[in-house]
């Protein structure tokens, strides 16, 4: 079955560094656009950044551009986040999530993995 | 402060029906953009409830039901269950952002 499995989450001091993982499986990766989703303690849902299928087309959220990276790897079914300059604001569960269909602004999130916790604190 | 709003909470009885809003406005729903709603249950990934304003996914029972109108969508769940007890989160594409949006999310307690 389709499958998201998101890895990479820990404990980081503000302004450092952490790279999230997801890898797919169950579906044809190299089709889907792919983005990453975040959710602070106790807050809703954030749309972090998204990637296209196979151009190196890449979008961020105002909060984040700048300093994280989102990437592929189409030949290991994987999507990667680079965190950068971690602040405390950036601690929130991290989330893989597949873009449905033909991109567009009327596309949905499914399925979602399982999140990983990122904590940034001194 | 989310660009699509919902009520931070919600309460019913078993076998009751509510329904959640999610006002927009014409940069989002207002401009025709779906809108999806997903649940997510205590301690676990948000899923897919409703996509493009009206579809259940397969598996998704037919007492959660969507609908849109002008600048606003709903979701409307019959016979209340103490399982649907979630948070319930509206989604839609913001054409003044150039990205897609979330609601705060809506916090149902089943009484």
């Known amino acids: 079955q389709v499958q998201l499995v998101e890895s990479g989450g820990g404990l980081v001091k503000p302004g450092g560094s952490l790279r999230l993982s997801c890898v797919a499986s169950g579906f044809t990766f190299s089709n889907y656009y792919m983005s990453w989703m975040r959710q602070a303690p106790g807050k809703g849902l954030e749309l972090v950044s998204y990637i296209s299928n196979s151009s190196p087309y890449t979008n961020y959220a105002g909060s984040v551009k700048g300093r994280f990276t989102i990437s592929r790897d189409n030949a290991k079914n994987s999507l990667y986040l680079q965190m950068n300059s971690l602040r405390a604001e950036d601690t929130a569960v991290y989330y893989c999530a597949r873009v449905s269909g033909t991109i567009g602004p009327d596309n949905w999130f499914d399925p979602w993995g399982q999140g990983t916790l990122v904590t940034v604190s001194s | 402060q989310s660009v699509l709003t919902q009520p931070p909470s919600l309460s019913g009885a078993p076998g009751q029906r509510v329904t959640i809003s999610c006002t927009g406005s014409?940069?989002?729903?207002?401009?025709?953009?779906?809108v999806h709603w997903y649940r997510q249950l205590p301690g676990t990934a948000p899923k897919l409830l409703i996509s493009a304003n009206t579809n259940r996914p397969s598996g998704v029972p037919d007492r959660f039901s969507g609908s849109k109108s002008g600048t606003s969508a709903s979701l409307a769940i019959t016979g209340l269950q103490a399982e649907d007890e979630a948070d319930y989160y509206c989604?839609?594409?913001?054409?003044?952002?150039?990205?897609?949006?979330f609601g705060g999310g809506t916090k149902l307690t089943v009484l």
């Open positions: 014409s940069s989002n729903i207002g401009s025709g953009y779906d």
């Open positions: 989604q839609s594409y913001d054409s003044g952002l150039h990205f897609w949006v």
